[in-house]
């Protein structure tokens, strides 16, 4: 076995003793869909009040959305901030593997936890909600992809440039709510206002978040999203490999 | 055999030199001691000497290996306990023993070093609840897992018991027997003069003695009447720099 692998296994384990992070992971999606569901009548019929669309249709992309932005804002970020601070990656630094090993492991973590919690959600709306899930599949995909990939992106070059976990953490939150917002979570659909969305077409999660809901209707996402979560990831995470300091 | 070779290692942070053209050599099986005011410069040195900071001038070399080039190397032969670095809060010591002997070819038998270190009856229990001393002792533990052929320990005993620390000397005279060099830091003068073959006592990041442990106490003759101990050569030795 790798020292990866292994590290990815312990780091695994480390997260599902973390009860909080776990379920914000894991399990917050399915519970919001949830909650959702019984707070807005009629869930799974088109709706006036939604443009004639059906409102789970609208609220299941953004969930995805809000996913990525809490998984990479809040659990990576943290952990990230706190194994520097905390001299346990350069002691890590000081054996035979790299302490690049154990970001890669905690991404993979991070990753899968937010995978499994997508998942679980898509799989609640479907056995509570009827939801038949999004009609391009393939466009989801990548739009949630490339999501993931700017949001992580965005936690890692916050990761670089901020002095301590304080600091982390404190523009994590900074950056978490905008996100959230620009994703649509209390606009969904065609309220947010005009000018609010020609911005979020140009933040990572606002982008990505357009381009799942375009993919959940069955269209293709406008190119432009997923520029922006491309440009996203690839900035980012460029300058955060450059920028990071290990101890 | 020369294991350690350090010269003019110099460190600046900004403008001020903390590490100022030191150079010592370490032999093969030696246990050698860095003496020194907090701020003297020690934790810098052995972390240069270990790879883990790129000196602004001067050369080390470690079993002929040049500690900045040859970082990936040097990192499968020592063994190095730092002076503050923690482990993730959850991660049990078991699990800490078990994950860090995977990253090495031939690594000690975990279980045995965790005896050794006192830690048999914690091996389950989350690092965030081990006490200071405990969390210094599987520091220990972590530095020694990898059979090391040389060990670089910043303030060995700091934090430990009486017991502990004469457990902790017990296990370190162990592992020099066995050939392995150490290269530890310490404030204790007990703890130098009863382990350490040879001393280099830093102040103001420049070498202001290097000797044995017997040699340094002879220089300074007699205090007050009474025969000089190592602490009366450590404190004739350091502070000159002091402003009061
Ligand atoms: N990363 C750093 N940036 C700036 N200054 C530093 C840094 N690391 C160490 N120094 C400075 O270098 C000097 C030497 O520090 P070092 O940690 O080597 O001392 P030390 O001899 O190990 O002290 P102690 O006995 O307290 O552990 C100190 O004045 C410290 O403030
Ligand atoms: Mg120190």
């Known amino acids: 076995m790798s020292a990866l692998t292994r590290l990815t296994g312990a780091e695994a384990r480390l997260f599902l003793r973390e009860p909080v992070s776990a379920f914000f992971a894991l399990a917050f999606p399915a519970v919001l869909v949830i909650v959702l569901g019984n707070a807005i009548p009629a869930f799974s019929e088109p709706s006036p009040d939604f443009g004639g669309q059906r409102p789970i249709n609208l609220y299941l992309p953004i969930v995805l959305a809000l996913a990525i932005g809490t998984v990479t804002m809040t659990s990576l970020l943290s952990v990230l901030a706190q194994y520097r601070e905390r001299g346990v990656l350069k002691r890590l630094a000081t054996t035979p593997v790299k302490p690049s090993a154990l970001i890669g492991a905690q991404l993979g973590v991070n990753v899968a936890a937010l995978v499994a919690g997508s998942a679980l959600m898509m799989l609640t709306a479907a056995v509570a909600f009827g939801s038949r899930g999004p009609e391009n599949w393939p466009a989801l995909l990548v739009a949630y992809l490339l999501g993931a990939g700017a949001m992580t992106g965005v936690a890692l070059f916050i990761a670089a440039v901020t002095p301590n976990a304080r600091a982390s953490a404190g523009i994590g939150t900074l950056v978490y709510f905008p996100m959230l917002f620009f994703a649509g979570v209390w606009t969904p659909g065609d309220m947010m206002p005009d000018g609010a969305q020609r911005v979020a077409d140009f933040t990572p999660l606002g982008a990505a978040s357009q381009a799942m809901q375009a993919a959940w209707s069955g269209d293709w996402p406008q190119p432009l999203h997923l520029a922006v979560a491309a440009g996203y990831t690839l900035i980012t995470g460029a300058l955060a490999i450059r920028l990071f300091r290990w101890q | ?244």
């Open chain 2, 1 to 244: 055999m020369t294991v350690i070779e350090v010269n003019g290692l110099t460190k600046r942070y900004g403008d001020r030199t903390v590490v100022d053209g030191v150079s010592f050599t370490v032999a093969e099986g030696e246990v050698f001691g860095i003496l020194g005011e907090n701020g003297a410069g020690k934790t810098t040195t052995v972390e240069c000497i270990s790879g883990l900071r790129t000196p602004d001038a001067g050369s080390i070399s470690v079993f002929g290996l040049d500690s900045s080039a040859d970082r990936e190397e040097l990192r499968r032969i020592i063994g190095v306990q730092l002076q503050e670095s923690q482990l993730q809060d959850r991660l049990r010591v078991g699990e800490a023993m078990q994950l860090y002997a995977s990253f090495y070819r031939d690594p000690a038998d975990w279980r045995e070093l965790l005896a050794a270190v006192g830690l048999t009856e914690q091996v389950r229990m989350p690092y965030a609840k081990l006490s200071g001393g405990q969390k210094q002792r599987l520091s220990i533990a972590l530095a020694l897992i990898g059979n090391p052929r040389l060990a670089i320990l910043d303030e060995l005993t700091t934090g430990l018991d009486p017991r502990a620390r004469r457990e902790t000397w017990r296990l370190i005279r162990q592992i020099r027997d066995r050939g392995v060099t150490v290269l530890l830091v310490t404030h204790f003068m007990d703890e130098a003069e009863r382990l350490c073959d040879r001393l280099a006592v830093l102040d103001g990041g420049k070498i202001v003695a290097l000797d044995t442990p017997a040699a340094l106490i002879a220089n300074v003759g007699d205090v007050d009447g009474y025969r000089a101990n190592l602490e009366d050569a450590f404190l004739a030795l350091t502070g000159t720099d002091r402003d009061n």
